[in-house]
């Protein structure tokens, strides 16, 4: 395959970037840190047409995000899963640093990804205040489970559930400060939380992992938060449609949204209703409401209305 050679593939690791230069051919390693990458920013702000690819690593391209954004330079931020479901079809298949830096930049030929955009530096941390609280509420759940099954630990595991209501509580107050420190996203809150069923932690999951809602097709954020249902079809067998893939925390969300949807005086609970009447499982008209509800919540940010009961 060909590369223009204004693309760069970049395999990004904690301690190295290996970066493939399409313009020579050559492949080189950079130091992961904000120095060394101020260096290669330099040096492709003077190319013409130059667009880096590389994977979603989290904090491990943070630095390159950063410089890229500032220096003005081109990027895409792809799906590692993406990428390697690339690297199988194209016949990329020993699994090196400098091969996957190669194969980053014929994804970017083959592809052609549009860029990502800037860094949002209030999404990030209110993505990480999210985090930072879902493994706390699983941590609070595991303790739980704990205590059930071994009372004589009741005096430890209590003091321990005791901080952890305390530490969710903390950061949920955090969370909202957050949102508020931003007037954009203080408002998309306040839209969400208009709909029945979202809650300021569904409203708070959505913003901070599903960036993109507000300008999406109606099926795009269905995929994106996995509620979409795919074909299994093939000659004469007809498969039956499933959901699969899409932003799992999202998904969660979603659907305990539409729990609490269906059971609300608005239009979600006639919806479910009816589906429950003519013989649909709970759980399949509850994942229906759910792909109901991202849809709507999807135009609501777009047109910036609150929702219409």
Not at 160 to 169: N, Q, V
């Given at each position: 395959m060909i590369i223009h050679p204004g693309i760069i593939g970049i395999d990004v690791s904690k301690a190295h970037l290996d970066i493939f230069d399409a313009g020579s051919g050559r492949t080189e390693r950079f130091p992961n840190s904000s120095e060394a990458v101020r260096s290669l920013a330099e040096r492709l702000q003077a190319r013409k047409q130059a667009f880096?690819?590389?994977?979603?690593?989290?904090?491990?391209?943070?630095?390159?995000?950063?410089?890229?954004?500032a220096q003005g330079l081109a990027y895409a931020r792809v799906n590692p899963s993406r990428a390697r479901d690339f690297a199988r079809a194209a016949g990329f298949l020993a699994k090196t640093d400098a091969v996957d830096a190669k194969m980053l930049a014929a994804m970017g030929q083959a592809l052609a990804p549009q860029p990502s955009p800037s860094r949002d530096t209030a999404r990030e941390t209110l993505a990480s205040l999210h985090k930072r609280r879902d493994q706390l509420v699983a941590m609070r759940a595991s303790e739980?489970?704990?205590f059930s099954e071994a009372p004589e630990l009741g005096d430890s595991l209590q003091s321990?559930?005791?901080?952890?209501?305390?530490?969710?509580?903390r950061l949920d107050a955090s969370v909202d400060a957050a949102l508020a420190m931003s007037a954009e996203l203080a408002a998309d809150t306040r839209l969400l939380r208009s709909a029945p069923g979202v809650g300021p932690v569904t409203a708070a999951t959505l913003i901070a992992l599903m960036p993109e809602l507000g300008s999406l097709s109606p099926k795009t954020a269905a995929a994106l938060a996995g509620l979409a249902p795919f074909n299994a079809d093939s000659g004469q067998f007809r498969g039956v449609r499933r959901i699969s893939g899409g932003r799992r925390r999202v998904r969660q969300a979603l659907y305990m949204a539409a729990v609490t949807a269906v059971r609300s005086a608005s239009r979600f609970k006639r919806l479910y209703e009816d589906m429950r009447e003519k013989g649909k499982p709970a759980k399949l008209a509850l994942i229906a409401i759910a792909r109901k509800l991202i849809v709507t919540l999807n135009a609501m940010l777009r047109d910036k209305v609150a929702f219409q009961r």
């Open positions: 880096a690819i590389f994977e979603a690593t989290g904090i491990y391209d943070r630095h390159l995000r950063s410089v890229f954004d739980r489970v704990r321990h559930i005791a901080w952890l209501d305390a530490e969710i509580a």
